[in-house]
């Protein structure tokens, strides 16, 4: 008997019956967000695929790519004009304060335009559409799945490709850049009334702008917007195709899109800061 | 020929075996019912069958067509032949009725205004739900959207519908609107009829055929008299608690 109880206790045990330490949990951890983040780019890389092939083809109905450009841009324009009026103004009233104190408020008008047109409005208008239209799509289309409305369209040989995300994310690419367009806008004009009211002279103001902003600045900001649409359109479709679980499943993408839509976007930032400004010209 | 035919058919998802050397023929024009406990894998072998989900290992031929070696392209065109009623009607929330009929047949056939208008009327007549056409499915019952998940499947004129738990969640009167549907679209359209079920009432009445599954494998698989006389043990178990309640033809 004391044999065989030595005998065992010799034998050597699998990974899983090792006691749970806090070297084996971080491990776990490790390999269970590497392979998410394996899984995630191997759906985002295919249904990107699928997409273009959907598209290339022909496949998508210009109603619904309308329908879609509508809801989205709608959804969208306040949230994304709060978003970035409000950020003008403050970053309007900083930037004025600091510099009529030491002089330099004829460079006021010029390097807030310069930031907002680069940076600020194609990345904090992404951010709003994210959060708002990002998170309907992933909500509605992770909906769809679990009640089997997606099943239906398959059932039906009709590709939820070509009818669900192919339209989203054409419109999402098409609609964010029109939204920045007017972020801009409403940014600048925000700026503008800010510094006036904190000691920058309006003409100053008009002069700065038009001294050191120049056309490149819009296109850089608009093709930024260009992939922060498609980064957008495409993961809010994925992760709301991958919902699983019930209404506990439909939070969770929601939740997930935005979170990996505003890590995409800031990532993807990073690159485009340095491919844009990189180019001749500037 | 046969309209379905099953053979080998292994279904497996990590770690776990859900439907393990499923063998099943389905004549043309046939009812036939698959029943078993939840769990039992009735859906999962409903979602096989429609191209829905991909078999481990197996055949499963629609016609002389296998399909679980086709592209998702190619099984579209098999798709066309098939009509599939949901549990839940899985009708798309953001269309009306007319428009959740006339969906798959708009998508895939070139159809005036007054044809598709005359495709939902009589759809919607043959399931007793005339008028309903500007209706959304938030504002129906959960019996009248079946029986617009029902018209919505019968629109592309189907040679064989799969239908989920067809009865389930549904008080007595509208469960047997829906039995009565089922029998009705058969002998109007001679269609082949798959049902999958656990509501024993509604399985002996309307089944030519009826094929029990049971962790995964069939244990019976004959005519409903054969069934109700089975001597298997599950087979009894399963039908024990409801006799009385359905009657064999």
Same mark, same amino acid.
């Given at each position: 008997m004391s044999d065989a109880l030595t005998k065992k206790a010799a034998e050597p045990k699998s990974i899983e019956e090792l006691p749970i330490t806090p070297v084996k949990r971080t491990g776990a951890g490790i390999i269970t967000l590497w392979r998410s983040l394996l899984v995630f780019l191997g759906e985002t890389a295919s249904l990107t695929g699928r997409t273009i092939s959907e598209v290339a083809r022909g496949g998508m109905a210009v109603g619904d790519l309308v329908r879609q450009m509508a809801l989205l841009g709608a959804d969208s324009i306040w949230v994304v004009l709060v978003v970035t009026t409000a950020t003008g103004i403050v970053f309007a009233v900083y930037t004025a304060t600091l510099a009529t104190s030491i002089g330099f408020s004829k460079f006021v008008g010029g390097t807030l335009a310069f930031s907002f047109l680069n940076e600020l409005g194609p990345l904090l208008g992404g951010v709003a559409f994210a959060a708002r239209a990002g998170a309907a799509i992933a909500a509605e289309i992770g909906t769809m799945v679990v009640t089997e409305q997606v099943d239906a369209l398959r059932a039906m040989a009709v590709s939820p490709v070509r009818y669900l995300v192919a339209p989203r994310v054409v419109a999402c690419i098409i609609m964010l850049p029109l939204l920045i367009v007017f972020a801009d806008v409403s940014g600048l004009i925000g700026s503008y009334y800010a510094a006036g009211a904190n000691g920058v002279a309006h003409q100053d103001f008009v002069d700065s702008v038009l001294t050191f902003v120049r056309v490149s600045d819009l296109t850089s900001g608009l093709i930024k917007a260009v992939v922060f649409g498609f980064i957008i359109g495409i993961v809010a479709c994925q992760q709301g195709l991958r919902t699983t679980g019930g209404a506990t499943g439909v939070g969770r993408s929601t939740t997930s899109s935005v979170v990996l839509c505003v890590l995409l976007i800031f990532v993807s930032d990073i690159f485009l800061a340095e491919m844009l400004m990189a180019k001749p010209g500037r | 020929m046969s309209a379905i035919t099953v053979r080998n058919l292994v279904y497996e998802v990590p770690e776990k075996r859900i439907l393990d050397n499923i063998n099943l023929t389905v004549e043309s024009g046939q009812i036939v019912s698959i029943m078993g406990q939840s769990g039992s894998g009735k859906t999962t072998l409903l979602k096989l069958l429609t191209g829905l989900l991909r078999p481990t290992s197996g055949e499963i031929l629609i016609g002389e067509t296998?399909?679980?070696?086709? $592209?998702e392209r190619q099984l579209d065109e098999i798709r066309l032949r098939l009509g599939l009623v949901f549990q839940y009607a899985a009708l798309f929330d953001s269309l009306s009725v007319y428009d959740n009929i006339i969906f798959g047949v708009v998508r895939h056939t070139k159809r005036t205004r007054a044809e598709l208008d005359a495709i939902v009327s009589e759809r919607l007549a043959e399931v007793g =739900?005339?008028? #309903?056409? $500007?209706?959304?499915? #938030?504002? =129906? #019952?959960g019996g009248m959207q079946k029986r617009v998940g029902l018209a919505r499947a019968l629109a592309m004129q189907p040679s064989i519908v799969f239908y989920d738990e067809p009865t389930s969640g549904l008080d007595p009167i509208t469960g047997h609107t829906i039995d009565e549907l089922i029998m009705a679209t058969r002998e109007r359209t001679k269609v082949t009829s798959v049902v999958v079920s656990h509501h024993l009432p509604s399985i002996f009445k309307i089944s030519d055929r009826i094929a029990m599954l049971d962790k995964g494998r069939i244990v019976i698989d004959g005519t409903p008299a054969e069934v109700n006389a089975s001597q298997e043990p599950v087979v009894q178990a399963f039908l024990a608690p409801e006799r009385g309640s359905f009657e064999a033809k």
């Open positions: - | 296998d399909i679980a070696s086709l $592209t =739900l005339s008028g #309903s056409e $500007t209706l959304f499915p #938030s504002q =129906l #019952s």
